[in-house]
């Protein structure tokens, strides 16, 4: 070699940069990992905000809509409304699936001392996740039964109209 550097004081330069960036890069891990702690629990307190429904008022709802498709909700409800003067905001409960709408039937039911189910009707979808309108129809009847309540009307909101459909509908105990 004819020429050689000194680089000592480069790889120590290097070295204190790179340790110092670790420092600075684990501080801003740590930052971020606070911030994300404070933004997931922001994030929690909303859905717990949002997940509380206010208390059902049990002795003035009568009617339950279940359907997984917000548009037909208000579909229903506005057809309600408008042909048959139907407060549908002050008689109506809704629930977007099966397992939500035993849910609500087994929550009335014990609101009245399980000495009757205060739904008189039950709109029912019956293509929806989680438990399909069949699947929750039985189950409520069965939940009645069981109990020796009074059936609510239950009703298939559906778009089948063929024969296969309809009796399965009426095998499920709809009305």
């Given amino acids: ?4 550097e000194d680089h000592s004081s480069d790889l120590e330069s290097t070295r204190n940069m790179i ?11 740590s930052d ?3 911030r994300l702690d404070r933004r997931l629990t922001m994030v929690n307190i909303a859905q717990d905000s949002i997940n509380t429904e206010p208390e059902e008022d049990y002795q003035r ?3 339950l809509i279940v359907d997984d498709q917000s548009f037909n ?3 229903i409800m506005i057809i309600m409304n408008s ?6 905001e002050s008689i109506c409960s809704l629930a977007y699936h099966g397992k939500e709408a ?3 039937v087994k929550e009335s039911t014990a609101h009245f001392n399980n000495t009757k189910c205060g739904y008189e009707l039950i709109l029912m979808d019956c293509n929806m996740p989680f438990l399909d309108g069949y699947g929750a129809t039985e189950q409520i009847r069965d939940f009645l039964y069981d109990l020796g309540l009074r059936q609510p009307i239950i009703t298939a909101v559906t778009g089948h109209t063929e024969s296969i459909f309809v009796n399965r509908a009426i095998d ?4």
Avoid: H, P, S, Y
Wanted: include cysteine; charged fraction near 20%; charge should be positive.
């Fill in 61 to 63: 709802r009568k009617v």
């Fill in 172 to 175: 499920a105990g709809m009305n």
């Fill in 83 to 88: 042909l048959f003067g139907i407060n549908t």
């Fill in 19 to 29: 340790t110092c960036n670790n420092v600075v890069l684990d501080r801003r891990l």
């Fill in 1 to 4: 070699m004819l020429f050689q």
């Fill in 32 to 34: 971020n990992n606070t």
């Fill in 73 to 75: 909700v208000e579909a």
């Fill in 102 to 104: 035993l849910k609500k």
